[in-house]
């Protein structure tokens, strides 16, 4: 069974800091998406990666994808308040189209 | 926003009572997904449609059945609610799996006594 796992669960910080969310998997993933959660809401795509080694920015959001496909980060400059949620990855298998999730990070920021 | 409604947003039922959750969606998209989600597990996967009638198993189907008689529609059946199926649902569509894109709903929270 594949697992992505994701570190740290939680994570609280002040307004301004950076911080990354690792997603790690033991097993190869053809693409990999990263959503976030807001309490009481469905979880909202915000980027999708294909490519071994894909860096890609939204705004001060950074996402990339390991070069083996095999985990993937997601860097935050400059957090702020509007940042807080949960933070889910998910990998696509070629072999049955299902997204493997990761269990998430719960990201708190403090003004 | 894609267009996807669950209904009920909040539900609390009796043991041993059936309970339908439905997801209607207005983008026409071919592939429906019925998740859980309860803490520390994140997203679990109960059931998916690939197609009107077209359904499968997801990774934790046992209670739960499905059917989709329209595009539009995906419901969601517990056939005799237990403790253990409390938990948030959502429902997500995806216009092409290859992608593998999906959209969420907003959820329903099922509490069963």
């Known amino acids: 069974t594949q697992l992505l796992e994701q570190s740290p669960q939680f994570l609280s910080i002040q307004e301004g800091e950076n911080l990354t969310v690792y997603c790690n998997s033991s097993s190869v993933f053809s693409s990999l998406q990263w959503y976030r959660q807001e309490p009481g809401e469905g979880p909202v795509l915000l980027v999708t990666v294909v490519t071994g080694g894909e860096v890609k920015k939204l705004k001060r959001l950074t996402f990339q994808f390991g070069d083996a496909r095999k985990d993937s980060s997601l860097h935050i400059t400059a957090a702020q308040p509007g940042d807080t949620g949960l933070y889910l990855c998910?990998?696509?298998?070629?072999?049955?189209?299902?997204?493997?999730w990761g269990a998430g990070t719960k990201l708190i920021i403090k003004p | 926003d894609a267009g996807i409604t669950q209904s009920p947003r909040h539900k609390v039922t009796e043991t041993g009572t059936p309970v339908t959750l439905r997801c209607h969606q207005t983008?026409?998209?071919?592939?429906m997904y019925w998740y859980r989600q309860d803490p520390g597990h994140g997203l679990r996967l109960i059931h998916y449609?690939?197609?009107?009638?077209?359904?499968d198993k997801g990774e934790v189907s046992d209670g739960y059945s499905v059917s989709r008689s329209k595009t539009e529609d995906f419901l969601l059946t517990l056939e005799s609610a237990t403790s253990s199926q409390t938990s948030v649902y959502f429902c997500a569509i995806s216009g092409s799996p290859r992608s593998y894109e999906q959209y969420f709903g907003p959820g329903t929270r099922l509490t069963v006594t």
């Open positions: 449609s690939y197609g009107v009638k077209d359904t």
């Open positions: 983008e026409n998209h071919r592939y």
């Open positions: 998910a990998g696509g298998e070629n072999s049955n189209y299902q997204l493997i």
